[in-house]
T-cell receptor
C-alpha cells in the first residue's frame, strides 16, 4: 500500500540532545512538508521541499534542520537550539506543491 | 502572504443537528482552499477542496463548503452530524502555483467539533 510512514510514534529528548524524526513516502510525490501541531495553534509549517535536493524554511524553522537527499525521504532534526520542542509533528507529501496533502500518522516528541 | 482564521475554537452540537464551521482567509493572490479533518492521535485527511469553478464544493462524509470571494470565506457545513464526526477540523489555503507563488499550505488554528448524543 502507498502512503507516508513516520517513525517513531513517540520520542523523548534529553536536554542538549539532537533528535531526528523519520518520514518516508512511497507515493512518488515531489513535495514534502513538516508541520508542528500545538494545542490551540493549529499546524505551523517548519520546512518544505518542492523537489529532491531542495528545501525552504517555513514559518517556524529556527531550531530545526532537514535534508532531502532522496525523493522518498525527508527527515527532520530537532536540534538543541529548539527550546520548546514538545509537540506533535506531522509529515506530509503532495504530488506537487500546493495540491492535496497526504499526512503521516505523526510523532509525539516530549522532553525528559 | 496568506493567513487563515477559524473563528471558533470549539463547536458543541447535538447529534443530527446541522453545523457550520467558519473559516476566513486573507491573500493578495488567487488561492486554493481546503478543509482537513483530524481524528484523535491521527494525521489529517482531506475533506474537500476548492480549486476553481462552482463555489459550492461537496466533500466526503456529507460535508460541503462554499467559497465566497467577496467575503473571503470558506465555511464548512453539514446538514446533520453524527457522533463519528467528532474531530478537529482545519481550514487551509495555498497560493496558486505560478510565477513567484510557492504553493505552500497555510493552516488555520483548528475547530474542535464535539457532537453530543
Amino acid at each position: 500500500d502507498g502512503g507516508i510512514t513516520q517513525s517513531p510514534k513517540y520520542l523523548f529528548r534529553k536536554e542538549g540532545q539532537n533528535v531526528t524524526l523519520s518520514c518516508e513516502q512511497n507515493l512518488n510525490h515531489d513535495a514534502m512538508y513538516w508541520y508542528r501541531q500545538d494545542p490551540g495553534q493549529g499546524l505551523r509549517l517548519i520546512y518544505y521541499s518542492q523537489i529532491v535536493n531542495d528545501f525552504q524554511k517555513g514559518d517556524i524553522a529556527e531550531g530545526y534542520s532537514v535534508s532531502r537527499e532522496k525523493k522518498e525521504s525527508f527527515p527532520l532534526t530537532v536540534t538543541s537550539a529548539q527550546k520548546n520542542p514538545t509537540a506533535f509533528y506531522l509529515c506530509a507529501s503532495s504530488v506537487r506543491s500546493g495540491e492535496k496533502l497526504f499526512f503521516g500518522s505523526g510523532t509525539q516528541l516530549s522532553v525528559l | 502572504a496568506q493567513s487563515v482564521t477559524q473563528l471558533d475554537s470549539q463547536v458543541p452540537v447535538f447529534e443530527e443537528a446541522p453545523v457550520e464551521l467558519r473559516c476566513n482567509y486573507s491573500s493578495s493572490v488567487s488561492v486554493y482552499l481546503f478543509w482537513y479533518v483530524q481524528y484523535p492521535n491521527q494525521g489529517l485527511q482531506l475533506l474537500l477542496k476548492y480549486l476553481s469553478g462552482s463555489t459550492l464544493v461537496k466533500g466526503i462524509n456529507g460535508f460541503e463548503a462554499e467559497f465566497n470571494k467577496s467575503q473571503t470565506s470558506f465555511h464548512l457545513r453539514k446538514p446533520s452530524v453524527h457522533i463519528s464526526d467528532t474531530a478537529e477540523y482545519f481550514c487551509a489555503v495555498s497560493d496558486r502555483l505560478g510565477s513567484g507563488n510557492t504553493g505552500k499550505l497555510i493552516f488555520g488554528q483548528g475547530t474542535t467539533l464535539q457532537v453530543k448524543p
